[in-house]
C-alpha cells in the first residue's frame, strides 16, 4: 500500500518544515516539499494545518498488567490496542513488576507478539523487580539473544520496600549479563531500573559503576520524578554520562506527596543543562499505582495510563523554554536511541512509518500510522485489538 501525507509541517524531530510524506508499505520512503504521484493506487490525505511527528515510544509500560499491591483482586488488567494507538503510541516495551508469580515472563512474550501482530510494534523485558532475575532459557543473556522480543532486562527494583533488596555484586552480575546478550545479538541489553522513593536513591547504580567495568549508560533508571530529591540524584547520574525516565502516570495522592509532574521535571531537567538526549518520558501504563502510609501499609490503588505519555509531551511542548524538537525527543527520539531501535524515533526515508499527525496549538490527534498502517482517524481507531469489541 503506498500512502501520500501531503502538506504536513514535519518534525523529524528536527523541524523540516511543509513537506509531503510518502509511505510504502511499512516505512517512509520519502520526505519532499512537493511528491507527484499519479497511480490511482496511492491514497492520499490532506494534512494541511497539522504537524508530524515520529510515533511515541512508550519504555515502560505493564503490556499484561500488573500485580495489585492490596490483594488478587487488584491485579490491574492487561493493555489493549487501542489505548496505545489513539494516544500516538506506537512502540511499547513491556515489563513485569512485583509480580513475577502470577504474571509470568513467557505471558508477556506472548502478549508482545499479539500487539505486534495486531499493528504496533511491542517489545519486551526478561526479569522483574527481583533478583535472582525470572528467566525463560534459565539465563539472562540467553534470553536477550535468543527471544526476539525482549531487548533487556527490568525493571530491577532498587530503593524499594517491594525489591529484593539487591547487592551491588548482584545488580553488577545482572547487568553485565545483559550487556553481553546485548553485544552478541546486536540489542542494546539496557537494564530498566525501577527507583523507588528510599534515601538510598540512585546509590547502588554509583556503586556499580564505581566498583565494575559496567559504564553508567547500561542502566535506564525511572520514576526519577518521585521528588525533588530523586530529581537531583538524577541530574548528577545524567552528569555522569545516565540516562533518566520521568513517569507520567501519576495521581493526586503522588502530586500531594511531593512527586513533580513529568514535564515539570524534563523542563527543569533541560534548564539545568541536561541533553534531551538522556531524557525520556513513560507512561508505567497498566501498572498499580500504589499509596502506602508511613508504616507501609497500602491505603490506595490506582491504574496507570498509556494515554498520560501524549498528554506529557503536549505539556511539555507548551512550556516555556523547552522546544517542540525537545519534547518529541522526550517521548520517541532518545527512547528509541537509548533503546536500540534504529527505525524507530525519526521521520526519515528508510524508517518505519509510525507517524503522528496532530494539531500543534490544540494539540489534538488527527491521525496515526504505525508500520504504514492508519490505525486511527480523528480519534476513531480504525483498527483495533482481537477482543477489543467482545
Not at 499479539?114 to 543473556?141: D, F, K, R, W
Request: aromatic content about 4%.
Amino acid at each position: 500500500m503506498i500512502t501520500l501525507l501531503r502538506n504536513v509541517n514535519v518534525y523529524s524531530p528536527t523541524h523540516l518544515g511543509m513537506n509531503d510524506i510518502l509511505i510504502a508499505n511499512d516505512k517512509i520512503a520519502a520526505i519532499a516539499p512537493a511528491i507527484h504521484l499519479s497511480s490511482d493506487a496511492v491514497r492520499i490525505i490532506d494534512g494541511q494545518g497539522l504537524a508530524a511527528m515520529p510515533g511515541l515510544v512508550d519504555s515502560l509500560v505493564h503490556i499484561t498488567g500488573g500485580g495489585g499491591e492490596g490483594g488478587f483482586h487488584t491485579r490491574t488488567p492487561e493493555m489493549q490496542l487501542t489505548e496505545a494507538s489513539l494516544h500516538g503510541v506506537t512502540t511499547v516495551i513491556g515489563a513485569l513488576g512485583t509480580d513475577a508469580t502470577t504474571r509470568s515472563l513467557e505471558e508477556l512474550v506472548a502478549k508482545a507478539k499479539a500487539l505486534n501482530y495486531e499493528g504496533i510494534s511491542a517489545y519486551c523485558y526478561t526479569g522483574s523487580y527481583h533478583l535472582p532475575p525470572p528467566t525463560i532459557t534459565g539465563s539472562v543473556t540467553k534470553d536477550i539473544m535468543l527471544i526476539d522480543p525482549i531487548i533487556g532486562i527490568g525493571e530491577v527494583a532498587i530503593a524499594d520496600h517491594r525489591s529484593s533488596q539487591p547487592t551491588v555484586n548482584e545488580l553488577a552480575k545482572v547487568a553485565a549479563e545483559a550487556r553481553v546478550g546485548g553485544m552478541l545479538s546486536n540489542k542494546k541489553g539496557i537494564v530498566s531500573i525501577h527507583t523507588g522513593d528510599s534515601e538510598e536513591k540512585l546509590q547502588m547504580l554509583h556503586r556499580v559503576v564505581d566498583e565494575s567495568d559496567i559504564p553508567a549508560h547500561q542502566f535506564y533508571p525511572t520514576h526519577i520524578n518521585r521528588n525533588q530529591s530523586l530529581l537531583e540524584a538524577g541530574k548528577a547520574w545524567a552528569q555522569r554520562g545516565g540516562y533518566i525516565d520521568m513517569t507520567t502516570s501519576t495521581n493526586a495522592q503522588f502530586i500531594a506527596d511531593g512527586e513533580i509532574p513529568a514535564a515539570d521535571a524534563i523542563a527543569w531537567c533541560l534548564q539545568q543543562g541536561i541533553s534531551a538526549a538522556q531524557l525520556t518520558m513513560s507512561s508505567d501504563g497498566n501498572a498499580s499505582l500504589p499509596v502506602f502510609d508511613n508504616q507501609g501499609h497500602l491505603i490506595g490503588l490506582e491504574v496507570g495510563k498509556v494515554a498520560s505519555l501524549f498528554d506529557a509531551f503536549s505539556t511539555l511542548a507548551s512550556t516555556s523554554g523547552v522546544s517542540m524538537e525537545q519534547a518529541i525527543r522526550t517521548v520517541s527520539t532518545s527512547p528509541a536511541d537509548i533503546l536500540k531501535l534504529p527505525t524507530k524515533g525519526r521521520l526519515v526515508a528508510g524508517s518505519d512509518a509510525d507517524i503522528v499527525l496532530f494539531d500543534a496549538t490544540t494539540f489534538d490527534i488527527h491521525h496515526v500510522f504505525a508500520k504504514g498502517q492508519h490505525m486511527t482517524q480523528e480519534g476513531v481507531a480504525l483498527v483495533k485489538g482481537t477482543f477489543e469489541d467482545l
